[in-house]
């Protein structure tokens, strides 16, 4: 019970800061100051949102479909942060070791989906209906490409524990051991799967799935007051979840380079790890928030094309080449072979 009210705090503190952090960037992409009324620069605008959108009134159309409408945003944002069970935080924080991890926040995806779906349906509306298919159509391709890139490292790491993954990149003393440093297939498959989570996260230039001009809101239209805050903070919820999974198979999750080898006392070291950890998550989060306000929404055949004709063909062919880098050099890395570490 305690750890539960701990995380939905932490959980709602991130959403918090996240959406803060979205506006500032925002405002100076933009060259305009961004919230700067409620609290010393507008760091208490998020306070004050979440309490409006408490405090609207919920209303739900005589046609509707009243369960799926009331059960589509809470499936949703279940599903968005479900994955952080797997997540290691640190040497010992973490909600519980599965030794199928990445392949079980894979899974949670398909509860996003279904929310999704139902919300889209729900609404007895032809913009939600459209926007639920094209984000489950969206989602379930761009899953593929998700997958096939992740497969790269897991390749090399050789298990699906992300505690192992974290591990296995604790080489040398530096940032050399990453899995993204291993080899060039392993760094063009990063940027495979940093590209096809953006577009899972339905983040623009990928967000077809609400896109104004042509769909009004898409799936959460007739949305209002604290369940279309639901659907809000699952989107940053996605971002955190694919973003920590990018940090742990790709970036050397809470291994804390240069000074790993100094840190002797255990609780310092949880410590110290969960804040780099955290810190490589916020850097892939301001990334893509610069990414949104950056680049122009993309078509919805040019979405298909770019996933379907790029990321999947190529993602196979990184996969396949690291493979034989594997079974080449007996599964050391760039830097290994060389000599720069043991």
């Not at 500032?24 to 949102?49: C, E, H, M, W």
């Not at 990321?311 to 080449?328: E, F, N, Q």
Request: charged share 15%; net charge neutral.
């Amino acid at each position: 019970m305690i750890a539960g009210i701990i995380l939905l705090v932490v959980i709602l503190t991130y959403e918090g800061i996240a959406t803060y952090i979205e506006r500032k960037v925002a405002g100076d992409i933009q060259v305009r100051y961004g919230p700067n009324r409620v609290g010393p620069y507008g760091i208490l605008q998020f306070v004050a949102d979440g309490l409006k959108l408490f405090f609207k009134e919920d209303i739900i159309h005589s046609q509707a479909d009243r369960l799926l409408f009331r059960v589509a945003p809470y499936i949703v944002f279940t599903g968005s942060f479900v994955g952080l069970a797997a997540i290691p935080f640190s040497a010992e924080w973490y909600a519980g070791r599965l030794n199928v991890g990445v392949l079980f926040i894979l899974a949670t995806t398909s509860l996003v989906v279904a929310g999704l779906a139902m919300a889209g349906w729900a609404q007895a509306n032809k913009w939600g209906l459209l926007g639920g298919m094209r984000s489950v159509a969206q989602i379930v391709s761009y899953e593929v490409a998700v997958g096939i890139a992740l497969l790269v490292p897991v390749v090399h790491i050789g298990s699906l524990d992300l505690q192992s993954a974290v591990l296995y990149q604790k080489k040398g003393w530096g940032i050399l051991g990453w899995n993204i440093f291993h080899d060039p297939f392993t760094l063009i498959a990063f940027f495979i799967y940093f590209t096809a989570a953006i577009a899972e996260c339905n983040r623009t230039p990928f967000d077809l799935p609400e896109g104004e001009s042509e769909l009004v809101a898409g799936y959460f239209t007739e949305y209002t007051g604290f369940r279309f805050a639901f659907f809000f903070m699952a989107e940053y919820g996605d971002m955190f979840v694919v973003s920590a999974l990018a940090t742990c198979l790709f970036l050397g999750g809470w291994h804390i380079p240069f000074i790993e080898g100094l840190i002797k006392l255990p609780i310092l070291h949880n410590i110290l790890g969960s804040i780099v950890f955290i810190a490589k998550v916020m850097v892939l989060i301001l990334i893509m928030m610069w990414v949104r306000w950056t680049y122009p929404r993309l078509r919805i055949d040019q979405l298909m094309a770019l996933n379907w004709k790029r990321l999947i063909p190529i993602g196979l062919l990184m996969l396949l080449l690291a493979s034989l880098w594997d079974l080449i050099f007996d599964g050391k890395g760039f830097f290994e072979l060389i000599g720069i570490i043991k």
